[in-house]
């Protein structure tokens, strides 16, 4: 099925149109006059030109400082080569997110060891307050270190939850 697409007549690639306003010249509309197809942003700039212009303080418009449509056009097709070029240099959020979720692993890694190292050897249970006394750490910390540990199966937890719950070091855990 062939379909076909009306592309912006300032873009330089193939940009859909969102708008197609004939430009009339004269006080009728005739059916030769020209039309241009715009995409969106080209069709603010036209429409940002007729405007009308802002009165200063001393009563005159800031009309003489105006660009035409022709540099306000090429500004904007600039401006999107221009972020197509910077952002195609930028990793993607996956690439960021993996290497944020790397560096905190390997942060919870050595809380994780610390808090292996303050634990006794198997057969004494501590509980988690006992526990962030020895490793002087926030209760949170200890919490994520401990469900890390218990998840490698290094710790063994007794109880349920809470701070009544104790937890053990296994034997061939070092």
Known sequence: MKVNTLACDWCRGVTPAVASPTLVVGSSRKGSDPTLDLCKGHLGVLLRAFVPHQRTQLGLTNQNRRRTIAQVAADYN??????????????????????????ALLNWETKSALVLAAMPNSGQRLSRPQIDKLVKLPKTTVLKSLKLLMQKGLVTKYGYKGPGALYEKIADAS
Request: glycine share 0%; no cysteine.
């Open 78 to 103: 600039t401006k999107k080569v221009r972020d197509r070029v910077r952002h195609a240099k930028l990793p993607t959020k996956r690439a960021k997110h993996a290497a944020r979720h790397e560096a």
